[in-house]
């Protein structure tokens, strides 16, 4: 977890905008958007339906062009790439987590994983390799081999999952990824991706408009009308593995008969970066949906 320190900024966007002409009439899906993300970060999007959302991802993936501003990515001008540019850009650098999963309804499991691997020109061996070892990292050693229509919604999520992280993307941008999902397994997912992320140092743009969910991430970036009216640092300390090992922590001690750490349990609670287990505060944690 030291790694989540402010790294480089990875996404720069300067005064950005989308205008859709419908008719005579024009729709400014982005008014002019700034923001950086650094490495390593998670933010969220949120916003009432309308407000521009899936436009900015869409955008900052490089699967639309804008109508005027700059995206620069890892350094890289996006809205200078042609088309060709931009399939390379999304191949090498990109994963994109769905709120329909975009599985392939005939393929397995692996298969739908490997796809990516196979346009990378990844060897046929190691592609199945490599999707193995993601599904396992996503829990999905039991489903290897099952198709899509033969998974829950959570597990075909998880492939989604597996298949945006196998060709180990330097940003993962998910647009509603637990949109089709219940709560439970709304939160299984988010812990999935922000453990994973974090462990990378990756950096992950997901789009809700569930402020519930907005929580989990670093900043809350609110867009209405196309406009971000509020980046938000989030300071509440909502870090599950945190509350995963204090659980752990706390068992193991028991069973040790060890009397440990009376002491650290006085630190601050504020501005906890790093999921330190003496820092977290369990009310803050079950305050969280
Ligand atoms: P959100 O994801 O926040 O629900 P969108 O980014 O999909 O919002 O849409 C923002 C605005 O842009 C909406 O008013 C929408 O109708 C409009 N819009 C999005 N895509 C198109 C398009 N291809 N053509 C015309 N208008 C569009
Ligand atoms: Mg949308």
Do not use: W
Not at 104 to 120: C, D, K, Q, Y
Not at 200 to 208: D, I, S
Not at 241 to 260: F, H, T, W, Y
């Amino acid at each position: 977890m030291e790694n989540r320190k402010p790294g480089e900024p990875v996404i720069q966007v300067k005064d950005l905008y989308k205008i859709y002409r419908m008719g005579d009439s024009k729709v400014y899906a982005l008014n002019g958007v700034d923001f950086t993300i650094s490495r390593g970060e998670f933010c969220a999007i949120t916003g009432p339906s309308g407000s521009g959302k899936s436009t900015l991802l869409n955008m900052l993936a490089g699967l639309e062009h804008p109508s005027k501003g700059e995206i620069v990515i890892a350094g890289k001008h996006i809205e200078r790439l042609n088309e060709r540019q931009l399939v390379a850009f999304r191949r090498e650098r990109v994963g994109f987590i769905f709120q329909s999963y975009n599985l392939i309804a005939t393929m397995n499991a692996i298969e739908n994983v490997a796809l990516p691997l196979s346009f990378r020109g990844m060897a046929r061996k190691e592609r199945t390799r490599r999707a193995k070892q993601y599904l396992k990292l996503v829990g999905l050693e039991k489903f290897m081999y099952h198709m899509p229509n033969q998974m829950s919604g959570g597990q075909q999520q998880r492939v989604g999952i597996a298949r945006a992280l196998a060709v180990d993307p330097q940003i993962i941008f998910a647009d509603e990824p637990t949109g089709n999902l219940d709560s439970k397994t709304t939160m299984d997912v988010l812990r999935l991706m922000q453990t994973i992320v974090r462990e990378r140092n990756q950096t992950l743009v997901m789009v809700t408009h569930d402020n519930n969910l907005a929580t989990y991430a670093d900043r809350i970036f609110k867009i209405i009308d196309g406009k971000i009216v509020s980046i938000e640092e989030n300071h509440r300390e909502v870090d599950l593995m945190a509350l995963d090992k204090i659980v752990e922590q706390a068992a193991a001690s028991e069973k040790n008969g060890s009397e440990k750490n009376e002491s650290d349990k006085n630190g601050s609670d504020e501005k906890a970066r790093s999921p330190r287990p003496d820092k977290c505060d369990k009310q803050e944690g079950e305050s969280i949906q």
